[in-house]
């Protein structure tokens, strides 16, 4: 029984926050704008994908893509909610920036899963 006991582990701290629902709708709106906008700027090979969880630093949003050669790429934040509108959790340059960013992370992990082993397709 090394470790497969019940009361094995850590001890949790605090209990994890809850989110309201206006908060997790929000949420979960700021995080399909960003998986939307990362859709567009890659072709329909790459999947992409999102999930909001709860962590020992509260609240953590991650978006994903799993790119069709090379290792997945994520990118994780916690959002900030005091003192913030509900419409304001992630702003519109961050989620412009996350989007950006990981499509060009996607499409340089194809870039280097490939290396130097494609053929050119024009002269």
Do not use: C, W
């Amino acid at each position: 029984m090394h470790g497969n006991t019940p009361y094995s582990g850590a001890e949790p701290s605090e209990p994890d926050p809850e989110l309201t629902g206006t908060q997790r709708r929000a949420l979960q709106d700021s995080i399909s704008q960003i998986t939307a906008r990362t859709r567009d700027f890659l072709p329909d090979e790459y999947v992409v994908g999102s999930e909001i969880s709860s962590g020992s630093n509260g609240v953590q949003v991650t978006v994903a893509v799993r790119p069709p050669a090379g290792n997945p790429v994520s990118a994780g934040f916690t959002p900030e909610f005091d003192g913030v509108a509900d419409d304001e959790l992630i702003p519109d340059d961050d989620r412009e920036e996350v989007a950006r960013g990981l499509a060009a992370s996607a499409a340089l992990q194809v870039k280097h899963a490939l290396g130097d082993d494609v053929p050119q397709t024009a002269r």
